[in-house]
């Protein structure tokens, strides 16, 4: 009797642990070989594009807050858009295109266009960003130009680079989890909540950008990932003279 209820404790035990057990990676554990494998692959854009990404969240500059729902189109790494509608009037508000480090923002509610190089926008000075790299902010990869060093007796990592300053830290795989960077006075601060783990993009994005004279906050929580079926011709700036 004592032997038939040890096996059919131990077989209850095990359907615990087995039930118990995450789906997800162990954060604790190093999938990974090296740090260059680890940065190999918090560098690479290797979710297949073109794509669409609904997103719900918030954005909140110097004046107001608004809740906004939306997409990213990525045709690819150096051209996308970003539509945002609000949630409280039910319209698009703004629109926002990347194209060859060139930026087109469109404010429908004031009807005001700008087209710019990214880093002659007063939004964006100081901050050494272009295409590329807004776009990796945003689906959470790291920078391809920076190298890195770890910090002694800690998990972050230090950019080793003369122009930024910052700290990043990586869940296995080479997932971003956090990405702070400092250039000059400017700040960009990022956070990283758990992957889409078959598409390798973000559940959710929180970013807080901070200039001399410019704050913006956002928080994104990405839907899902869709292929991107429609012509491109719209993802296709035409500068103006």
Do not use: W
Not at 19 to 29: A, E, I, M, R, T
Not at 180 to 205: A, C, E, H, R, V
């Amino acid at each position: 009797m004592k032997k038939s209820f040890s096996n059919k404790l131990f077989i209850i035990l095990i359907l615990i642990y087995l039930f118990s057990c995450k789906s997800n990676y162990n954060l604790d554990k190093n999938y990974y070989n090296t740090n260059n494998e680890l940065f190999i692959k918090s560098k690479l854009l290797d979710f297949k594009i073109p794509v669409k990404i609904p997103f719900n969240g918030f954005i909140q500059n110097n004046i107001k807050s608004y809740k906004v729902g939306g997409y990213l189109k990525i045709k690819d790494y150096n051209n996308f858009q970003i539509f945002l509608n609000s949630k409280t009037l039910g319209i698009e508000i703004a629109r926002i295109e990347f194209f060859n480090d060139s930026i087109i923002f469109i404010n429908k509610l004031n009807k005001i266009t700008i087209v710019s190089k990214i880093n002659e926008l007063s939004y964006f000075k100081g901050l050494n960003l272009n295409t590329n790299k807004i776009l990796r902010i945003l689906t959470g990869r790291s920078f391809e130009d920076i190298n890195y060093y770890k910090i002694p007796n800690k998990d972050n990592f230090r950019y080793n680079n003369y122009s930024y300053t910052g700290i990043v830290n990586f869940y296995n795989f080479g997932y971003l989890k956090i990405h702070n960077i400092t250039i000059g006075t400017s700040k960009i601060d990022m956070l990283y909540s758990d992957y889409y783990k078959q598409n390798k993009i973000p559940i959710n994005i929180i970013g807080n950008i901070f200039t001399n004279n410019f704050k913006l906050k956002f928080d994104f929580k990405y839907i899902k990932i869709l292929p991107l079926k429609s012509d491109y011709k719209h993802l296709i700036i035409t500068e103006k003279k």
